[in-house]
Protein backbone atom coordinates (compact mmCIF):
# COMPACT_ATOMS: atom_id res chain seq x y z
CA UNK A 1 0.00 0.00 0.00
CA UNK A 2 1.50 3.54 -0.81
CA UNK A 3 1.60 6.43 1.20
CA UNK A 4 -1.08 7.89 -0.50
CA UNK A 5 -3.43 4.86 -0.47
CA UNK A 6 -2.58 5.03 3.40
CA UNK A 7 -3.91 8.66 3.25
CA UNK A 8 -6.69 8.31 1.24
CA UNK A 9 -7.91 5.49 3.92
CA UNK A 10 -7.20 8.12 6.62
CA UNK A 11 -9.18 10.33 5.18
CA UNK A 12 -12.30 7.71 4.93
CA UNK A 13 -11.87 6.83 8.61
CA UNK A 14 -11.72 10.23 10.02
CA UNK A 15 -15.14 10.67 7.41
CA UNK A 16 -16.58 7.75 9.05
CA UNK A 17 -15.52 8.30 12.29
CA UNK A 18 -17.29 12.08 11.72
CA UNK A 19 -20.77 10.54 10.61
CA UNK A 20 -20.91 7.96 13.71
CA UNK A 21 -20.37 10.75 15.97
CA UNK A 22 -23.33 12.18 14.14
CA UNK A 23 -25.90 9.20 14.33
CA UNK A 24 -24.89 8.93 18.18
CA UNK A 25 -25.98 12.75 18.63
CA UNK A 26 -29.32 11.67 16.98
CA UNK A 27 -29.47 8.66 18.69
CA UNK A 28 -29.72 6.40 15.64
CA UNK A 29 -27.97 3.40 16.75
CA UNK A 30 -28.52 1.07 13.43
CA UNK A 31 -26.69 3.96 11.68
CA UNK A 32 -24.05 4.22 13.98
CA UNK A 33 -23.01 0.88 14.60
CA UNK A 34 -22.93 0.66 10.47
CA UNK A 35 -20.30 3.57 10.59
CA UNK A 36 -18.36 1.76 13.41
CA UNK A 37 -18.60 -1.78 11.70
CA UNK A 38 -17.29 0.33 8.51
CA UNK A 39 -14.50 2.00 10.13
CA UNK A 40 -13.48 -1.59 11.45
CA UNK A 41 -13.18 -2.63 7.43
CA UNK A 42 -11.15 0.52 7.15
CA UNK A 43 -8.67 -0.24 9.40
CA UNK A 44 -8.28 -3.78 8.61
CA UNK A 45 -7.06 -2.80 5.31
CA UNK A 46 -4.32 -1.31 6.76
CA UNK A 47 -0.94 -2.35 6.52
CA UNK A 48 0.47 -4.47 9.40
CA UNK A 49 3.16 -2.39 10.40
CA UNK A 50 0.68 0.73 10.51
CA UNK A 51 -1.35 -1.02 12.89
CA UNK A 52 0.54 -0.41 16.14
CA UNK A 53 -0.63 1.49 18.54
CA UNK A 54 1.85 2.58 21.65
CA UNK A 55 0.43 4.40 25.06
CA UNK A 56 1.11 5.49 28.53
CA UNK A 57 -0.39 3.11 30.91
CA UNK A 58 -0.42 4.37 34.61
CA UNK A 59 -0.15 1.11 37.00
CA UNK A 60 -0.55 1.22 40.28
CA UNK A 61 0.95 -1.39 43.12
CA UNK A 62 -2.11 -3.41 43.62
CA UNK A 63 -0.28 -4.34 47.27
CA UNK A 64 0.38 -0.05 48.09
CA UNK A 65 4.39 -1.54 48.76
CA UNK A 66 5.43 0.91 45.52
CA UNK A 67 4.16 4.06 44.31
CA UNK A 68 2.35 4.29 40.83
CA UNK A 69 4.58 3.77 37.47
CA UNK A 70 4.10 5.05 34.14
CA UNK A 71 4.86 2.34 31.48
CA UNK A 72 4.90 2.61 27.57
CA UNK A 73 2.68 -0.09 25.68
CA UNK A 74 2.87 -1.44 22.32
CA UNK A 75 -0.34 -3.09 21.13
CA UNK A 76 -0.04 -4.51 17.31
CA UNK A 77 -2.28 -6.37 15.20
CA UNK A 78 -0.16 -9.04 13.17
CA UNK A 79 -1.28 -12.22 11.40
CA UNK A 80 -0.82 -14.48 14.29
CA UNK A 81 -3.01 -12.39 16.54
CA UNK A 82 -2.88 -9.41 18.52
CA UNK A 83 0.79 -8.47 20.51
CA UNK A 84 1.11 -6.83 23.54
CA UNK A 85 4.48 -5.35 24.41
CA UNK A 86 4.97 -3.62 27.37
CA UNK A 87 8.32 -1.75 26.95
CA UNK A 88 11.67 -3.33 28.40
CA UNK A 89 9.83 -6.72 27.73
CA UNK A 90 10.56 -9.00 24.91
CA UNK A 91 10.50 -12.92 24.00
CA UNK A 92 13.84 -15.21 23.47
CA UNK A 93 14.76 -14.85 20.13
CA UNK A 94 13.46 -10.51 20.29
CA UNK A 95 10.93 -11.20 17.22
CA UNK A 96 7.84 -10.64 19.34
CA UNK A 97 6.06 -9.07 21.86
CA UNK A 98 5.94 -11.15 25.29
CA UNK A 99 1.96 -11.02 25.33
CA UNK A 100 0.26 -12.84 22.58
CA UNK A 101 -4.14 -13.19 22.09
CA UNK A 102 -4.94 -15.49 19.34
CA UNK A 103 -7.43 -17.42 17.52
CA UNK A 104 -6.07 -21.44 17.87
CA UNK A 105 -8.45 -24.20 16.49
CA UNK A 106 -11.44 -21.75 17.26
CA UNK A 107 -10.06 -21.55 20.51
CA UNK A 108 -9.37 -17.70 22.20
CA UNK A 109 -6.16 -18.03 24.10
CA UNK A 110 -3.91 -16.01 26.22
CA UNK A 111 -0.02 -16.88 25.28
CA UNK A 112 2.85 -15.15 27.72
CA UNK A 113 6.74 -15.57 27.65
CA UNK A 114 6.71 -15.07 31.09
CA UNK A 115 10.80 -15.64 30.73
CA UNK A 116 12.99 -13.75 28.18
CA UNK A 117 15.27 -16.84 28.33
CA UNK A 118 13.05 -19.57 27.93
CA UNK A 119 12.06 -20.19 23.61
CA UNK A 120 8.55 -21.75 24.05
CA UNK A 121 5.87 -19.81 26.11
CA UNK A 122 5.50 -20.12 29.67
CA UNK A 123 1.78 -19.91 30.17
CA UNK A 124 -0.74 -20.79 27.60
CA UNK A 125 -4.16 -19.41 28.62
CA UNK A 126 -7.27 -21.48 27.41
CA UNK A 127 -9.93 -18.39 26.97
CA UNK A 128 -12.91 -20.05 26.21
CA UNK A 129 -14.69 -20.31 29.66
CA UNK A 130 -14.31 -16.70 30.10
CA UNK A 131 -16.17 -15.72 27.26
CA UNK A 132 -20.04 -13.67 28.43
CA UNK A 133 -21.58 -16.59 26.81
CA UNK A 134 -20.44 -19.12 29.42
CA UNK A 135 -21.84 -16.95 32.07
CA UNK A 136 -24.21 -18.22 34.48
CA UNK A 137 -27.05 -16.53 36.63
CA UNK A 138 -26.13 -18.42 39.95
Known amino acids: MTPYQIAELAGKIEWTTDSALKAARKQNWQEFDQHMEKISEFRASLPIENSRTIGIVHLKDTMEKQGEIKIRIGIEQHSLGLFIHPEGT ?16 GTLMLIVWSNINEQEPTHLIDLSEAMESCRTTD
Open 90 to 105: GTYDGSYAPILIEQHE
